[in-house]
């Protein structure tokens, strides 16, 4: 059964400590890695798409990563507005759906 | 630019009553669509998604039924809500013609009392 786990559930950084949000997946041929953050109460807001092994992309603080089993969202120098759940979600070579993960929710103190 | 809007945002109602949930899309056509419900520790369990005008395809079989009566429009129903229907429920969209990345709405809350 394709899966996809998201650790750790929980992390609280240090405003500026930098960290890393891992995702692994088991994918029937993967065919898309997607990052989103959630802000309580709100819908999921789109963050990256990977699609092959290597591939990195960022966006101000946040660098994302794939590899062939797992997925890094780096985090630099966190801000206390970068505090939110960050979700992780496949797609395997069969689905119109994402397989999403519970995600990872992040708490940065000034 | 495309914009998604679902209604209402909260809704309390008890056990036994119907639902209907409205998610909208705007700046684009023919997109792909999609209903979530997201439980506090469960992360999002995907419920139905179209493909067009008319089709639908059920993911969990449930209480619940889904309507897509014009290209841009996607309704969540129920006949009667259960307990168990509570939770936050979540509108998507994807472009036909593009990535795989979905877009999603604000939510709404849906508590059964």
């Known amino acids: 059964e394709d899966q996809v786990t998201q650790s750790p559930e929980a992390l609280r950084l240090q405003e500026g400590e930098s960290s890393s949000l891992n995702c692994s997946y088991t994918?029937?041929?993967?065919?898309?890695l997607f990052w989103y953050r959630q802000d309580p109460g709100k819908g999921p807001e789109f963050l990256f798409t990977?699609?092959?092994a290597g591939e990195e992309k960022e966006k101000e603080r946040l660098k994302a990563t794939l590899t062939k089993k797992e997925s890094f969202l780096h985090i630099t120098a966190p801000k206390p507005e970068d505090s939110a759940t960050y979700l992780c979600?496949?797609?395997?070579?069969?689905?119109?759906?994402?397989?999403f993960g519970k995600g990872t929710t992040l708490s940065v103190s000034s | 630019s495309q914009t998604i809007h679902q209604w209402p945002a909260t809704l309390v109602q008890p056990v036994g009553s119907p639902l209907s949930l409205e998610c909208t899309v705007e700046?684009?056509?023919?997109?792909?669509l999609y209903w979530y419900r997201q439980a506090a520790g469960r992360g999002l369990q995907l419920l139905f998604y179209s493909v067009g005008i008319g089709q639908i395809s059920s993911e969990v079989p449930q209480n619940l039924s889904a309507s897509r009566p014009q290209d841009r429009q996607f309704i969540l129903s129920s006949k009667k809500l259960l307990l168990s229907d509570s939770g936050f429920y979540l509108c998507?969209?994807?472009?036909?013609?593009?990535?795989?990345?979905?877009?999603f709405g604000p939510g709404t809350r849906l508590t059964v009392t």
């Open positions: 979600a496949a797609r395997n070579q069969a689905g119109t759906a994402l397989i």
């Open positions: 700046g684009t056509s023919n997109p792909n």
């Open positions: 998507a969209w994807r472009r036909l013609a593009g990535g795989w990345e979905q877009y």
């Open positions: 990977l699609y092959s």
């Open positions: 994918v029937s041929g993967l065919r898309g």
